[in-house]
């Protein structure tokens, strides 16, 4: 069932740093690519999305690179910071379709 | 609106026992999805419906699993028997399909069978 391939597993990040995580799918029928933050306790939310039409989107220090020949997208954390310590998970979706990637726990040091 | 509401954030049963996982989605939101959530699974999707609608219920792992939507503002998850892998953090979220905020996920039922 796992559709969504992301890694890595774990990432530990010096504060000010840049994080990047990887996420790859096979069904070329997800047009929506969402990124989740999820903090302990807590179910997912949502950090920033990208439809396959453009190859790059920022939110201020986050920022998601897509490149749909590979079937691939990454996210950037810029700056990093403690506060962005969570759980991150990349999906892909289609008309109600949401599949998630096994997620990546980061650790922000300060 | 109060967001996704699960009912209970936590629950402890013996093996073999019935559970039952309750879901409330935001109001108007067309989709529901039903998530489990393991260490070495991740997020799994379980089941989702379209308008009250089971649309995909693939991944629910067995027999055991049951889920129903009677109508726009209620979910149930039912294990019956519960066994101790089921032990996992049970999701639901809602969505209106289109709009670009995403997702809405519930705090999540956490699940113990002993």
């Known amino acids: 069932q796992q559709q969504v391939k992301q890694s890595p597993q774990s990432l530990i990040v010096q504060k000010g740093g840049i994080s990047i995580i990887n996420c790859a799918y096979e069904?070329?029928?997800?047009?929506?690519f969402p990124w989740y933050q999820q903090f302990p306790g807590k179910g997912p939310a949502l950090l920033i999305a990208?439809?396959?039409?453009?190859s790059e989107k920022k939110e201020g220090r986050f920022t998601i690179s897509f490149n749909k020949s590979a079937k691939q997208f990454s996210l950037h954390i810029m700056d990093s910071q403690p506060g962005d310590s969570a759980t991150y998970f990349c999906?892909?979706?289609?008309?109600?379709?949401?599949?998630f990637g096994a997620g990546t726990r980061l650790t922000v040091k300060p | 609106d109060a967001g996704v509401i699960q009912s209970p954030r936590h629950e402890v049963t013996e093996m073999g026992q019935e559970v039952t996982l309750r879901c409330k989605p935001i109001s108007g939101h067309d989709y529901l999805f039903w998530y489990r959530q393991t260490m070495m699974r991740g997020l799994e999707l379980l089941i989702y419906?379209?308008?009250?609608?089971?649309?995909?219920d693939s991944g629910m792992p067995e027999d055991r699993f049951s889920a129903k939507m009677p109508n726009a503002s209620f979910s149930t998850l039912k294990i019956q028997p519960s066994e101790p892998r089921d032990s996992a953090v049970y999701f639901c979220a809602s969505v209106v399909w289109g709009r670009e905020e995403g997702a809405f996920f519930g705090q999540g039922t956490r699940l113990t069978v002993v």
């Open positions: 069904n070329t029928a997800f047009d929506y």
């Open positions: 419906f379209n308008n009250n609608v089971p649309i995909d």
């Open positions: 990208i439809r396959p039409d453009v």
């Open positions: 999906a892909a979706s289609t008309y109600g379709d949401m599949r």
